[in-house]
């Protein structure tokens, strides 16, 4: 399926953010719940599910499996993510039901992640399945200097938790800079790390504002076996470019982040039906794209695993396409798009709005709430959103999709303190 609009070369990042603002009418959302914070009573939700299961979805399996770019694996169409994982039995129906790759991190759920998956996927053959981790440790990303060592550690410990000997990937995880994706002590360390037999290949992974900057330049590097980016229906100009050079250069193309916000769940305005078909048609969309290898969502419950995998192997169709941009409307002053940033100049605290809002986006919408507190406390005190009930706001009036960015932040914060 093809989209003028996004592989237009001459449409500007801004002229589209702006037009697809204007295309877009506000829409509410319902939420459920809620969480004490001094006097005030503000609401949180459940983690997105759908209603009812339906009785078709019981015993979905992976129908189709695609080239994982030069890496010679076949990957599930949909494939697991394990954020927030804690039941081994959950990854182990995962690779019942045919799903080959597996994306975990240290930092997920503080290392139990890795511990779960790694205990969920033992007695499998270890060549059957392709497991993904990140350079990372369980307080958070490396950063760019750690000492090369340090860094070689971090990876031990991830095949320790998980119990095997190798990694088949480790990614540069939220790249948010060209000096991050190249910092020679990571690359040294996955060089050493590859010599000895711990890892096979390298990636990188992101959504944040410079998201178009960084994988083009990996993509063009000739260095990264595997790009991991947010992308959902009809979001950059740019990406089904540098998808289709990822492709040319034989760069696996994994699209993470797909569900646009998970507010099928919460919205008053969706029908029973549409909630419960709204990740299906999510999913379609973006296998839709040639150039992607596969997806990765997050299953923390095997129901879930039941309801993604129902997709695998399903054409795009347009009642889909219609649902997709009815969620657009319905969330276009409510969702903060990954790889944006326009507002974050604007902010004379420097609070990362984008961060904050996703953060919250955990909590509200995944049920990640332990999580999301624990990176928003992490960061600068100087820097959280609770400068925002008193600021006159200059990031609204930045903002390309007019969302009401101060009252947003001030949930957030209300959200993530007491969590």
Known sequence: MEDDELRDPHLSRRAFLRGASAGLAAGGLTLAGGCKYGTQLFLISEPPKAESQRPAWAGSRVQRYR?????????????????????????????????TYFDTSPDYSRAGSEIALGTGIRGTPRDRLFV????????????????????????????????????????IHACNSLDRLMAPNI???FDRL????????????????????????????????????AYNFRNWPDLSNIFRRAHEKGVGVVAMKTLKGARHSQLADFTPTERESFAQAAFKWVLS???????????????????YLYASGQEVTAS???????????????????????????????????DVLRYAMYADSYGQEREASRLYRQLDPGRRADHCAGCSAPCERACPFDLPIREKMAHAHR????A
């Open 67 to 99: 080239p994982l770019g030069r890496t010679g694996f076949q990957m599930s169409d949909i494939s697991f993510g394990c954020g927030g994982l804690d039941d081994a039995a959950v990854a182990r129906r995962g690779v019942e039901r045919g799903i």
């Open 415 to 418: 959200r993530l303190a007491c």
């Open 289 to 307: 794209n040639p150039d992607v290898s596969g997806l990765v969502v997050t299953m923390s419950r095997s129901e879930q695993i039941d309801e």
């Open 187 to 189: 690359h040294e360390a």
């Open 132 to 171: 993904v981790s990140k350079f990372c440790t369980a307080d958070g990303h490396l950063a760019t200097d750690t000492p090369v060592p340090v860094v070689i550690e971090s990876v031990e410990a991830s095949l320790r938790r998980l119990g095997t000997d190798y990694l088949d990937l480790c990614h």
């Open 320 to 354: 889909d396409v219609s649902l997709l941009e009815k969620y657009d409307r319905l969330v276009a002053r409510d969702y903060c798009r990954p790889g944006c940033g326009e507002c974050l100049d604007a902010c004379p605290y420097g609070v990362p709005v984008d």
């Open 194 to 229: 590859k010599q000895a037999g711990k890892v096979r290949f390298i990636g990188v992974s992101s959504h944040t504002p410079d998201l178009e900057t960084v994988m083009a330049h990996a993509v063009d590097s000739g260095r990264f076996d595997v790009i991991m980016v």
